[in-house]
Nanobody, 115 residues
């Protein structure tokens, strides 16, 4: 059974940090491009960061220099280290795994940046 389970969300003050984790199971993790998306209330889901099977990364302009995506193929895990958080980073963050037309989603984890 394919599963992506996110964790690590929560409430943090502006300027703070959080580390999101995504545990994957049920598929050949190392082959998949793993990504983090987010969706804020009233907005469309957007790509935040992605890491390919060869560990190439790309980031949304809004998070470059603040967020870092990484993967551990031995543990079937993908992470998103988020630093210097801003209120506009508030959203539900989703883990996604994609291999050609095969795409899997987690259930999401809420990140709220507020004082």
């Amino acid at each position: 059974q394919v599963q992506l389970v996110e964790s690590g969300g929560g409430l943090v003050q502006p300027g703070g940090s959080l580390r999101l984790s995504c545990a994957a199971s049920g598929f050949t993790f190392s082959r998949y491009t793993m990504s983090w998306y987010r969706q804020a209330p009233g907005k469309e889901r957007e790509l935040v960061a992605a890491v390919t099977s060869t560990r190439s990364t790309n980031y949304a302009d809004s998070v470059k220099g603040r967020f870092t995506i990484s993967r551990d193929n031995a543990k079937n895990m993908v992470y998103l280290q988020m630093n210097s958080l801003k209120p506009e980073d508030t959203a539900v963050y989703y883990c996604n795994g994609r291999y050609f037309t095969n795409s899997r989603w987690g259930q999401g984890t809420q990140v709220t940046v507020s004082s």
